[in-house]
């Protein structure tokens, strides 16, 4: 059985930062992708990043514009587990955070790509 279990979320100040961790189990998804979304209240999932393999210990990441220079996807293979380092938090980045694995070659932005999901972690944002 395949879980996908959220970490590291809270509440932060403005400017401050957070790191949220999702560890796999019940298989691997080192060749696969896995990403983040998130869903603020009132509003629908929408997709943070997305992380596919390239080959060996390669990866590439693709950010949502309202992310990019402020929030970096990592991975640890030995671990099974893929990290969001998020830097100059926004209000507007409150929401719950899902992190996402899939099966195919790649996925990105389209929820629908991925196959399996956390419970998600919630990170709040004060002005």
């Known amino acids: 059985q395949v879980q996908l279990v959220e970490s590291g979320g809270g509440l932060v100040q403005a400017g401050g930062s957070l790191r949220l961790s999702c560890t796999a189990s019940?298989?691997?998804?080192?060749?696969?992708?896995m990403g983040w979304f998130r869903q603020a209240p009132g509003k629908e999932r929408e997709f943070v990043v997305a992380?596919?393999?390239?080959?060996?210990?390669?990866?590439?990441?693709d950010y949502a514009d309202s992310v990019k220079g402020r929030f970096t996807v990592s991975r640890d293979k030995s671990k099974n587990t893929l990290y969001l380092q998020m830097n100059s938090l926004k209000p507007e980045d409150t929401a719950v955070y899902y992190c996402a694995a899939g099966t195919l070659r790649t996925s990105n932005a389209n929820a629908r790509d991925y196959d399996y999901w956390g419970q998600g972690t919630q990170v709040t944002v004060s002005s």
């Open positions: 019940g298989r691997t998804f080192s060749n696969y992708p």
């Open positions: 992380n596919n393999w390239l080959g060996g210990n390669a990866y590439y990441s």
